[in-house]
């Protein structure tokens, strides 16, 4: 069974910092992968997705996250932070292959919790 | 773009009662929805599959006749809890998918009293 783990549960980082949230995935091929935010009470927002091609991928926000196939991996980054990225975040994944996107449903990681000290 | 709406965002019910919530596609069809439940600062765990038209797919461990799932309409699927209780409160998110991207409703806060 796939399985996605984020080892961090919290961390914090000073505003202005670089910033890398951990996730590995189980899995006996490459799946679809994901990062998405959550807020306080809030749904979630997806930040970016990797599919195929280039490694690194850009998200919203300034986010950008590399696949490491070797490591299965797929690593959140963001050079300087804002205050305004406090949140959860969660990695997830999807199985491949997709026979009709959407109707897949998605694994998620337990989550990091990303504090910001001004 | 595409949104998924979820309707209400705060439900306050009393126990034995029973509540439900809609999640909306608002300008996408979808063929299938997922409700997540998720407890506090814990991740989501996916509860069941809602696909229109036919009977929803329930993970294992989680209860049809307490929660029941309807998706009647290609851009409306609900969500019941019948006979809530305590044990039910918990924040409840609904997704769909569009094109390649999985979108994520606002979540309902469940809270039985």
Known sequence: AQSVTQPDIHITVSEGASLELRCNYSYGATPYLFWYVQSPGQGLQLLLKYFSGDTLVQGIKGFEAEFKRSQSSFNLRKPSVHWSDAAEYFCAVAPIPLSNFGNEKLTFGTGTRLTIIP | ?113
């Open chain 2, 1 to 113: 773009g595409a949104v998924v709406s979820q309707h209400p965002s705060w439900v306050i019910c009393k126990s034995g009662t029973s509540v439900k919530i809609e999640c909306r596609s608002l300008d996408f069809q979808a063929t299938t929805m997922f409700w997540y439940r998720q407890f506090p600062k814990q991740s989501l765990m996916l509860m069941a599959t809602s696909n229109e038209g036919s009977k929803a797919t329930y993970e294992q461990g989680v209860e049809k006749d307490k929660f029941l799932i309807n998706h009647a309409s290609l851009t409306l699927s609900t969500l019941t809890v019948t006979s809530a209780h305590p044990e039910d409160s918990s924040f409840y998110i609904c997704s769909a998918g569009s094109g390649n991207t999985i979108y994520f409703g606002e979540g309902s806060w469940l809270t039985v009293v």
